[in-house]
């Protein structure tokens, strides 16, 4: 069955500090994407990433950067000189194919503060 | 651009009562996800339609239930509602499924 852990329950840095969010994953499926997701204070849900299981490689998106690796079953996620704003829960999420609608399944989220 | 439309944004209700919710999906977008996040908590898969049948169901209540119409948009009906149904329900929908889902803003249902 599918899962995602995120065994961070809650992260606090000083900013400008860079913070790495870990994810690890199970899953049967050799298809298979996985997610990140922010979700501020206001509550709405706010996509960053999405990696197939086909694509190994790293991704840099200005202070945000994604460490794949299937050899580790995990994705995850740093911020490189955090900023106050940084501050939400993040979660990672796994959606596959094999006897499902490719519905997401939530890691347990990870709540990130950044301190001024 | 457009985006996924939930309404209403708030819903208070009494125990007992029912409450439905709707969801708008982006135009030409195929599939429609139901999820519920408590407090604290991660979003929970409820239920999801593609082409307007059901697809998969998550740990949805039997006193749940949901439908998507022909026009595409969807409705969660909740009935005899309990506190433990107080949370945050976010429908999102996808053009191809696995390859994106846009959430709304989602609904925040009270029950007192």
């Known amino acids: 069955a599918q899962k995602v852990t995120q065994a961070q329950t809650e992260i606090s840095v000083v900013e400008k500090e860079d913070v790495t969010l870990d994810c690890v994953y199970e899953?049967?499926?050799?298809?298979?994407?996985l997610f990140w997701y922010k979700q501020p204070p206001s509550g709405e849900l706010v996509f960053l990433i999405r990696?197939?299981?086909?694509?190994?490689q790293n991704e840099i998106s200005g202070r945000y950067s994604w460490n794949f690796q299937k050899s580790t079953s995990s994705f995850n996620f740093t911020i490189t000189a955090s900023q106050v704003v940084d501050s939400a829960v993040y979660f990672c999420a796994l959606s596959e194919g094999m006897d499902s609608s490719y519905k997401l399944i939530f890691g347990s989220g990870t709540r990130l503060l950044v301190r001024p | 651009a457009a985006g996924v439309i939930q309404s209403p944004r708030h819903l208070i209700k009494e125990k007992r009562e029912t409450a439905t919710l709707k969801c708008y999906p982006i135009?030409?977008?195929?599939?429609v996800y139901w999820y519920q996040q408590g407090p604290g908590q991660d979003p929970q898969f409820l239920i999801s339609?593609?082409?307007?049948?059901?697809?998969d169901k998550g740990s949805i209540p039997d006193r749940f239930s949901a439908q998507q119409f022909s026009d595409y948009h969807s409705e969660l009906n909740m009935s005899s509602l309990e506190l433990g149904d107080s949370a945050l329900y976010f429908c999102?929908?996808?053009?191809?499924?696995?390859?994106?889902?846009?959430f709304g803003s989602g609904t925040r249902l009270t029950v007192v």
């Open positions: 899953t049967r499926d050799t298809t298979y994407y």
């Open positions: 999102a929908s996808s053009l191809q499924q696995g390859y994106g889902y846009t």
């Open positions: 339609f593609y082409e307007k049948m059901q697809s």
């Open positions: 135009p030409r977008h195929d599939t």
């Open positions: 990696r197939n299981s086909f694509d190994e």
